[in-house]
């Protein structure tokens, strides 16, 4: 046994007496505040340093920055948004202003521009050289240099190569606190030689990845004389300045190539009235003094009535000779002689729409902001290829963008059936940057997954209704049905919903697309997609023992493997749920290594780029997510240490449960318990639910306020157990599916003597609380229970509208979550037979509901139907209406909220404490604001 699994070993096995010499109180919701979590780890190119944040859940972080050895460099307090810089000298953050300054700020109302600012660090790693500066908006670090940007809301006293003398210097200062208003201060600094220059009044800017060069645009005040607007190339090695556009506009969208040897950008430069402002390409390789407009609104080379676009995103090829941009059609301009409070106001639904209104409406930004890829041949005459258009108008690059193809999808003309589908079926095309030939993958459309290999070679995808992936070769124009004669499913096998099942996935290409990693359910699959020849990576392993192999290049920006990788697997067994890691190369054929398994959760590894270091986090139920790094994930240096505070406090431990359900399912679940547990006292249970949670068994869970659900640590600690079953479904039956787990499993937990089977209640928020409302209708078994946003009647919803997407729900009865399988017209009796709301009259449970009137996932009036019927069938029932929020708690004012009146609720109801106020009398709205009914209910006896 590795030393690490035997010191786990003996931190689980210390006897009860060990663990409780030192009473430990129970949580409580003073506590939220200060508990932390670990951000952000990264690690150095080189492997010898590391930084991550630890962060309060509310108040300030804290940035540590350490080596490798965990010798700690620097702790920064509020640093945030860190990076190192590619040669490992350097790391640079931003440093947050103090949590008690801005909201001393919100307090008072500030505007934006007066609210309090972010600072830039920068720490010298061999050194410990820390520097300074005040009032940054934005940085950039050069992608391999050590080289810095940023842009600071406080102009330099001067502008850049300005020598004013003494009578001037007034006019001058004038200028630069109005250039405040039109920009900001560009600083531009090499790290290496300490070189800093800055210029007034910047917009935007951008570095090249090679750091030799910024370009910026500038915004000159009105009546300045020192300051021009227009766009600016800066050259870090020789200190020139060159302007490459003049006068005043809008310039985006700025991009340099690989080499730093080209530019491009959008600008328009129309008068400020004017009714309709198309942008222009703007080119430049350095040469000439001025960027050339090589693309004009208007111009042949482009559809009629389009220009380039102001949203669309520029991308050189890697070897420089093409550039992507997009394109889009003129805005149309508005009628200035129509008077607004004159004209209609509405919206028109047509059947025939794609999409429906409120999808328009919630897409509405990005729609006018929607562009069309296109190429252009700087050095090719300026040769212009369109891309996308109005029919094909999503596309893939590959990641090697000198890739002749792009792969391109479209489901024009077929979008109204995810109304009632949930997706669309969509055809594929390769689309040459070339000559614009688009190549047809798919010849009919079909529910599918596209996506392009990063060398270029194959497009891949997914064919719901075959269940097979499949590849198109750009070389041979051949399809190849890679999973096909395996002799395995690549498809969830265990989907219990009435649409077609979905992959396991993709885990990555490699190098050149030689092979492609796709999963089975428990396995990886290495696949030539030019031939289709399987081999199981994993030798088998994984079905052999119900282990769950997954991978992810830990490499920040690796796009594929290297035939020299070693991979880093991150595998569950999937009976008792522990996770671990095992290894093995990629020209390995022998069976994957075993690096060791445990009752701990995993983050993603991350590697350094030039070393074998790993970076990564790892939790259980009573041990907090902290840092770790290693070389072999054998041996481990532990680097953080966050909430000591824990060990003041009754936690909780964790424990699957399986029983067999009435009808002879193998069931599973989670039990929680208190820390201090004592088998010959009884406790009372709340039994919270969603799906599936079990996989999540040794996820550290800090005590926090709830979004809305159940927060299983607070109840664990304050003498609660915790049941969380997992829920199979059958299709057409999701109430009586939830009957036959959870009731089963609580009825099997109520078989110890432990369990208080007079308090049981029950929790659930969303799909959850729609269970918990049928469920009361169903027993009367639960003494309390909690509904958070419900829908208890589906005949009601299903025509409604996801206010959060635009979408109908239509697709979520028939197809998803709720499991009906066929229309309301089609099986009305298995809309209402789900329906708790049919049922209410035999409901006997007290219960409370959240249904929030902003809440765009679930109608809020399904929270009201369910509250008004069982308060006209005299039931005990509340509803918490928090305003303005969301289906799930978003303010953390309101998270605190509901976390107290939860505890309370069950208190009351399972532990026999007395009722708040709000609970026996409620709180009118006469007092909304001013009392919360927090306090306990006199009329209870305290």
Known sequence: MHKLLVLFACFICLPPAVAQQVPKKPLDHSVYDKWESVANPKISNNGKYVLYQVKPQQGDAMLYIKTAANRTLRQVSRGDSALFTADSKYVVFSIKPLYKDVRQAKIKKKKLEDMPKDSLGILALETGKLTKFANVKSFQVAEKASVLAFLATKPPLKDDKTKAPADTLKKLTDDLLEAKKAGAALTVVNLLNGNVREFAAATDYQLSKLGNKTAFAVAAPKGSKTIKSGLFVFDLASGSLKKLSSGKGVYKNLAFDDAGKQLAFTAEKHPEKALVKPFSLYYSDFTKDSAATILRPGDKALKTGWSPSGFGKIVFSENGEKLFFGTAPDPIPQDTTLVEFENAKLDIWNYKDDYLQPMQLKT??????????????????????????????????????????????????????????????????????????????????????????????????????????????????????????????????????????????????????????LYDRYDIWKINPKTGLATNFTNGVGRQNKL????????????????????????????????????????????????????????????????????????????????????????????????????????????????????????????????????????PMVAYFYEKLSDGIYRYQAPAPSPSKLDITMFASNGYLVFTPDISYTVGEPGPSAVEYINSGVEALKKNSWVDAAHIGIQGQSWGGYQVAYLITQTNMYAAAWAGAPVVNMTSAYGGIRWESGMSRQFQYERTQSRIGGSLWEKPELYIRNSPLFELPKVQTPVVIMSNDADGAVPWYQGIEMFTDLRRLGKPVWLLQYNGEAHNLVKRENRKDISVRELQFFDHYLKGQPAPVWLEKGVPAVEKGRNWGLEVSKETGL
């Open 364 to 517: 509405l930004k990005k729609d006018l902001q929607r562009n069309y890829l296109a190429a252009i041949y700087p050095k090719q005459a300026n040769k212009v290829v369109q891309l996308e258009d109005e029919y094909l108008r999503d596309s893939y690059m590959a990641d090697n963008t000198n890739a002749e193809y792009v792969l391109a999808t479209t489901d024009t003309a077929k979008r109204v059936s995810l109304q009632w589908e949930g997706n669309t079926r969509k055809q594929a095309y390769l689309v040459s940057t070339r000559t614009g030939q688009r190549i047809a993958i798919n010849p009919k459309a079909s529910k599918s997954r596209f996506q392009i290999s990063p060398h270029g070679d194959y497009a891949l995808w997914y064919d719901d209704a075959a269940k097979n992936w499949f590849a198109f070769s750009v070389a041979s124009r051949k399809t190849v049905n890679l999973t096909a004669k395996a002799g395995v499913s690549f498809t969830d096998e265990e989907n219990d919903s009435p649409t077609d099942p979905e992959p396991y996935g993709l885990a990555a290409w490699t190098k050149n697309d030689e092979a492609v990693l």
């Open 548 to 683: 769950r192999f997954r991978y992810r290049i830990p490499v920040d920006k690796q796009k594929f493997i290297e035939p020299k990788d070693e991979l880093l697997m991150q595998v569950q067994n999937e009976v008792d749920k522990t996770w671990g890691y095992y290894r093995k190369s990629l020209a390995s054929t022998k069976a994957p290594e075993r690096l060791g398994m445990a009752p701990m959760a995993y983050s993603n590894i991350e590697q350094a780029k030039n070393a074998r270091r790993y970076l990564y986090t790892k939790s259980s139920v009573s041990q907090p997510a902290d840092v770790y790094v290693s070389a072999d994930l054998q041996k481990e240096t532990k680097l953080s240490a966050i909430n000591a505070q824990q060990k003041d406090y009754n936690w909780m431990t964790a424990e699957l449960v399986q029983w067999t359900t009435p009808k002879g399912f193998k069931a599973t679940g989670v039990l929680y318990k208190p820390e201090n547990f004592d088998p010959t006292k009884k406790y």
